[in-house]
Nanobody, 125 residues
Framework: QLQLVESGGDLVQPGGSLRLSCAAS????????IGWFRQAPGKEREGVSC????????EYADSVKGRFTISRDNAKNTVYLQMNSLEPEDTAVYYC??????????????????WGQGTQVTVSS
């Protein structure tokens, strides 16, 4: 059974940084593209970023381009989301998810099969 566990969420001030981790267990991460999604209270889940199996292709939502960076370390079976210049609008529960096919620029949650439980990111002064 595919298991993904997110960590790294926290309370941070506007302009601050956080690094989220998505650790996989029960399967080898190499075979999957990994996406990050977020959901704020009262809003739909939205795609944030995706990284291909090799790490050679990355996709970002316009709202995070230039501020967030996705990366992966297949040896550690982990994907990261480095978030800089955080804004209150980034406040949400962040989820990682796996899909067997490559990333799509559409970042649609329905394209992903296995999900983690989420980690809370709060940006507030």
């Amino acid at each position: 059974q595919l298991q993904l566990v997110e960590s790294g969420g926290d309370l941070v001030q506007p302009g601050g940084s956080l690094r989220l981790s998505c650790a996989a267990s029960g399967f080898t991460l190499d075979y999957y593209a990994i996406g990050w999604f977020r959901q704020a209270p009262g809003k739909e889940r939205e795609g944030v970023s995706c990284i291909s199996r090799s790490g050679g292709t990355t996709e970002y939502a316009d709202s995070v381009k230039g501020r967030f960076t996705i990366s992966r370390d297949n040896a550690k079976n982990t994907v990261y989301l480095q978030m800089n210049s955080l804004e209150p609008e980034d406040t949400a529960v962040y989820y990682c998810a796996a899909r067997a096919r490559t990333c799509s620029s559409l970042l649609m949650s329905t394209d992903f099969d296995s999900w983690g439980q989420g980690t809370q990111v709060t940006v507030s002064s």
